[in-house]
């Protein structure tokens, strides 16, 4: 179900259908049932929302975001060892089937004049307990110096300090 990132103009492609980053997106592929019952009230609102202003195009309408943070994993292990750390923050909800994710794109930082790019689209919600719910990330920065990192997290949960 997840996206590899494979260009740096926001293009993702998840189990080879397009995901362009601007109006229309389309999901398919497998997930499991209990990881999409999450708070099924809310998610079904929040895709109703969604499409409304999807076709609207109206910008008054917002969801949810999640902020994240990683560290790639090491690379150049023989030559140069070194990882990137990253933080940022994803796009809004996204629906998908009867969850939703999460687009997110951002720079790593430098290690000896280079860094890379750090794009993916999340997993569906994962509950963790108090209405509040994670979104799982693994992918592949972008070629930079001749190589590239892996890196998988978990994002913060939405609207920390929220009600």
């Known amino acids: ?7 740096r103009d926001a293009m993702f492609y998840s189990n080879n259908n397009y995901i362009n980053g601007q109006d229309n997106y389309y999901y ?3 997930h499991q049932e209990n990881d ?6 809310n998610l079904q609102q929040e895709n ?10 109206s910008n ?22 070194h990882n990137h750390r990253f933080a940022g923050v994803t796009s809004q909800a996204i629906p998908y ?9 951002g720079n790593s930082d430098f290690y000896e004049n280079h860094h890379h790019e750090v794009g993916a689209v999340t997993g569906p919600a994962i509950p963790v307990g108090d ?7 693994y992918g592949t920065t972008t070629m930079d110096d001749g190589h590239v990192h892996q890196f998988i997290f978990a994002t ?3 609207n920390p300090i929220g009600d």
Request: proline share 0%.
């Open 28 to 30: 398919s592929g497998n």
């Open 156 to 158: 913060l949960i939405e």
């Open 131 to 137: 209405g509040r719910h994670v979104h799982f990330v």
């Open 60 to 81: 008054s309408c917002q969801t949810h975001v999640h902020e994240y943070e990683g560290s790639t994993r090491i690379a150049e292990q023989n030559v140069d060892a």
């Open 97 to 105: 089937g009867n969850s939703h994710v999460h687009r997110l794109l």
């Open 48 to 57: 109703r929302q969604w499409n409304h202003c999807n076709k609207h195009k």
């Open 36 to 41: 999409q019952n999450y708070n099924y009230q």
């Open 1 to 7: 179900m997840l996206v590899h990132y494979k260009r």
